[in-house]
């Protein structure tokens, strides 16, 4: 899923990965921000149900948010704020 709203031009702007806390199967991605000047993007790049890395590797990236705005600290602070707001549940693999 990716949401995308126009860019602002100038200013500043941070991303922000979402990435599985274990390796393992995602069940769900909650407390996602909605689409605003602030927030251009949203992506989410991973099914629930998919396997996932660890936090360490490319498939530890289940997507990313960017965030936006005037100031360089307060895009990092806004960035940060959101990040602590999601939730990204993944069932934690038997070992075989």
Avoid: C, W
């Amino acid at each position: 899923m990716q949401l995308t709203a126009i860019p602002d031009s100038g200013g500043y702007a941070t991303v922000r990965f979402l990435t599985a806390p274990h390796p393992g199967r995602l069940l769900s991605i909650t407390g996602l921000p909605e689409l605003s000047p602030a927030v251009p993007a949203v992506t989410i790049r991973t099914a629930p149900g998919a396997r996932v890395g660890p936090p360490t590797s490319n498939r530890g990236r289940l997507g990313h948010v960017i965030v936006t705005g005037d100031h360089p600290r307060a895009v990092d602070s806004h960035a940060e704020q959101l990040l602590k707001r999601i939730t990204i549940s993944v069932d934690e693999e038997e070992v075989s």
